[in-house]
């Protein structure tokens, strides 16, 4: 279970951006996140994946009250989570070939020992080829470099996935054989998936429920539910 | 103004009679990169349209595919390894007795100078809507200051003159003119979106080139963009909207050109290929099968290299009606390049594909939402 709990979180004190938010996600379960750009829904997200320490309220992974984020979180919490974000182009290393991006987490936790197996395992599942794992990000289009993104989120096993925005960059059929990896790694691994976006009618499609960003900060019942807790 | 889909053989060059001759003319454009060690990137081949006044064509396909070489083609804003062949044709305003002597003219924007395109056709005759607009707009200068600047260069309208014709500029681009004070990085994207439509307007082009407008915006800015996109060339503007939103196309377009791996494979008006009969090409029915809202299968596989195309049709590895016909490159016929285009002779396997999903109350219901968000 991935619980945010009465979540404000914003980048300037005194101005947040996301103001007292509750949103569940239990294991396995797949939650679109549907709003319009700048509401505040990719804070939230990054606050759900350890990325951005709220001001205020609790997350609970797994049943953990979260205390440290970003590089204060331990790192059994950090690898529970793969993320993804909507330009592929800011978050990959412009260094790294492919297949370096792809191994990168299992690289960092000192894995190295699997990295040929697994980036193996995963290259074909998202559509890369041998040759493509040998490119660097400039030499590879929007939709491989994302493809690429996607397997180094799942290079861990996380037990769950991010996606802000993954698919806004891509065209019809990218987005949907990415989506369709994303679902056959949760299918086998029972992961949960907060999956952040404006596309209703893909979110729809892809999620088990999805929560309208206007219903879980302007409608007053969930509001109301909040102080009553305190 | 839905002319018939063209045959793209370049012999076919005289516009579908009745309807007001094109300002664009595209035939056999090609354009190749030569790279390091000789090697050549087909980026663009054999591509051929009209474009009339008040037509909006859509060019659409998977990134990477050639779309936005195609219109750095139009604008002579290639790198200096590209090689170009073909014509591209800008004809004078339609029916309008040419306005200046000088610029009024047909002009060949492949062989033209870069003096001539610079003088007569950036802005002039072609107005660029930027992708990015955040990075189009100078972001140490205010809007206004952007707009005057248009106005001055390409109007020679100065002072007071140049205040108010960059106010109508933005006003005619929904740009709200209490804003106009501000700098790029303090307007939303939204309107940072409407004052590079705003600048891209200024000189009264008669042809818009819009490059993946869209991208990156939600739904109902994209909505809001493309229908105002939409309104201009209603003006008899022509617009050529490069994307990849299939949705935003199908919103606004009167024709739809698919392109994949550097080829248009489809020519067709927009109501008959995202309604019935749908889209004769398998890689358009693919693309069109991939939407959320239709079936939401990926198309199988990936495009070619553009260094590396087959001699073949480039679509064939992924497509499940080639055969041994697809070894030889197909003419463009009836606006469909495919040997099995669907629809034809050969019967389509399982009947006709779910076509009927284009459902008009989902526009309509996404339109409500971008009047509500107007305010974004």
Redesign the interface.
């Known amino acids: 279970m991935l619980e945010l709990r009465d979540i404000t979180a914003g980048y300037e004190p005194r101005t947040p951006v996301v103001r007292g938010v509750s949103l569940t996600v239990a294991a396995g379960e797949a939650v679109g996140l549907l709003g ?3 509401c505040g829904k990719s804070t939230l997200a990054r606050v759900a994946a350890l990325l951005h320490r709220p001001d205020g309220g609790t997350v609970t992974l797994d049943g953990e009250t979260v205390t440290g984020w970003r590089h204060r979180a331990p790192r059994r919490q950090r690898t529970a989570y793969g993320v993804l974000f ?2 592929p182009r800011l978050s990959a290393d412009p260094r790294l070939r492919l297949g370096e991006l792809i191994a990168e987490p299992l690289r960092a936790g000192g894995r190295r020992a699997e990295i040929a197996d697994r980036v193996g395992e995963l290259a074909p599942v998202v ?1 890369l080829t041998d040759e493509l794992l040998r490119r660097r990000p400039h030499e590879v ?4 470099l994302q493809r690429a993104c996607l397997a180094r989120a799942l290079v861990l096993r996380p037990r769950w996935l991010i996606c802000d925005e993954m698919t ?10 990415l ?2 990896v994303v679902e056959s790694y949760r299918r086998e691994s029972g992961a949960g998936l907060l999956a952040v976006g ?5 979110l ?3 999620c088990d429920r999805t929560v309208r960003w206007a219903d879980l900060t302007g409608a007053p019942a969930a509001r109301a539910e909040a102080p009553a807790d305190r | 103004m839905n002319a018939p889909a063209d045959t793209g053989s370049p012999a076919a060059a005289a516009p579908p009679s009745g309807s007001p001759a094109p300002v664009l003319s595209v035939r056999g454009l090609s354009v190749r990169f030569v790279m390091r060690g000789g090697r050549r990137i087909a980026a663009v081949s054999d591509a051929a349209f009209d474009l009339a006044p008040g037509e909006c064509l859509a060019l659409v396909g998977e990134s990477g595919c050639g779309k936005s070489v195609l219109a750095a083609a139009l604008l002579g804003l290639l790198p200096g390894n590209a090689r170009t062949a073909g014509s591209a044709r800008l004809n004078a305003a339609g029916g309008t007795a040419g306005p200046d002597a000088g610029d009024g003219g047909t002009i060949e924007l492949l062989t033209a100078s870069e003096q001539e395109l610079a003088r007569t056709v950036r802005g002039r005759r072609i107005g660029l809507v930027p992708q990015s607009p955040a990075a189009h707009l100078t972001p140490v200068r205010t809007v206004r200051a952007q707009l005057e600047e248009t106005v001055r260069e390409l109007t020679g309208v100065r002072r007071s003159g140049a205040r108010a014709d960059a106010e109508r500029a933005a006003d005619r681009a929904a740009f709200p003119l209490d804003h106009l004070d501000r700098y790029p990085h303090q307007l939303s994207g939204g309107l940072a979106q409407r004052a590079a439509t705003a600048l891209a307007l200024v000189g009264d082009a008669p042809l818009l080139l819009a490059d993946e407008p869209t991208t990156g915006l939600d739904r109902d800015l994209v909505e809001r963009t493309v229908d105002e996109l939409r309104r201009h060339t209603d003006d008899g503007r022509a617009l050529l909207m490069i994307t990849h939103d299939l949705a935003a196309a199908e919103r606004i377009a009167d024709r739809v050109a698919v392109m994949y791996a550097g080829r248009i494979v489809e020519l067709a008006d927009a109501p008959a290929f995202f309604g019935t009969p749908g889209p004769r090409h398998p890689y358009a029915r693919g693309l069109l099968d991939a939407l959320p809202e239709r079936a939401f299968r990926p198309i199988p596989g990936m495009p070619p290299e553009l260094g590396a195309l087959p001699d073949g049709c480039a679509f064939a590895a992924r497509c499940d009606r080639a055969t041994a016909a697809c070894e030889a490159l197909p003419v463009p016929a009836d606006g469909v390049a495919c040997h099995h285009p669907v629809g034809a002779p050969p019967a389509a396997p399982g009947g006709p594909t779910p076509a009927e999903a284009t459902e008009p109350t989902g526009a309509q219901r996404s339109e409500e939402d971008g009047r509500r968000a107007r305010t974004a």
């Open positions: 319009p750009s700048g909507q330009q559509g289009s929007d939709g491989q806004a960059m891509l065209d019809a059929s990218t987005t949907a054989a989506v369709a404006h596309d209703r009618t893909l729809a499609r892809w």
